[in-house]
């Protein structure tokens, strides 16, 4: 049986990489050659849909590229096999990104680190669902975008953070990363209109604290300081309403104002399962009371 045209490829890229340098060549350019026979190879392996194969012969490219001192193409390498392992193989594709982002920040690329930190945190959900994970790779992100001027970027990844924060019921730190971007985007008329945004979900964050009125009532005046139209927001007069039904434990009226408010401005998943777990508590608060 004929071997394949990758299969051929990556054997004449091995029989590079192990033989001796001869008189007339250097281990530099013996490993230069290798590292292009590899690409070759992965190459051929993606046309035949063989993407593990593929990530693997880019992985042995990456690792000929950093003995030929070759860094730049060495990232290069280990992005292109993360893009062939995202092919049914995330574990793999996050190791890559993992090499690529170590050789973009030694080159002081961080821009480009950011991009890629942030492939993995979307790994993460997607593939792993670790939010773990992906939350601290979204604020490595955030912080390198920060560094690099590319702040709606920064910001975008920061609110992400909060998000997950919040799913993982980590509160105080998901309200500390939406007053972040909210102040940020007070700054600039073009993302002021977002802040409301971030405040509701702060506002949330704060009731899902074993439904803490006091917490978000600070936090609501506070908000109302630093922008006085929030006051007369939708999100703001939600906010408003649902800290005074959890504060007289009125289930029912919590309900009613959940329904009018989606009736306006639909309430997305993240939303939806904060109101429920500010409910369950609620409810649970109530029926300890009717026990006593």
Known sequence: ??????????????????????????????????????????????????????????????????????????????????????????????????????????????????????????????????????????????????????????????????????DLEEYPQAIARYEQVANHSLGSNLTKYSVKEYYLRSGLCSLAMQNDTVSAKRNLAKYIDKDPSYASTREGKFVQALIEAVENGDTEAFTGIVFEFDQVVKLDNWKTGMLLKIKRALEDASNDVGIM
């Open 1 to 166: 049986m004929s071997k394949s045209p990758a299969q051929a490829l990556l054997d004449k890229a091995d029989k590079k990489a192990t033989s001796s340098s001869g008189w007339f060549s250097s281990a530099t350019s013996k490993f230069e050659e290798a590292g292009d026979l590899y690409q070759q190879a992965a190459n051929a392996f993606k046309i035949e849909k063989a993407f593990k194969e593929a990530g693997d012969a880019f992985a042995r490219e990456a690792e000929c590229r950093e003995n030929g001192k070759e860094q730049n193409e060495a990232a290069n390498a280990w992005w292109n096999a993360a893009k062939a392992y995202k092919q049914g193989y995330p574990q793999l594709a996050v190791q890559a990104l993992k090499q690529t982002v170590l050789h973009l920040t030694r080159a002081g690329r961080f821009r480009q680190a950011a991009d890629r930190e942030k492939e993995i945190g979307q790994i993460h959900i997607l593939e792993n669902n670790d939010l773990r994970q992906a939350c601290e790779s979204y604020e490595r992100a955030g912080d390198w975008y920060a560094q690099e001027d590319a702040a709606a970027t920064a910001n975008a990844c920061f609110k992400d953070a909060a998000d997950l924060h919040a």
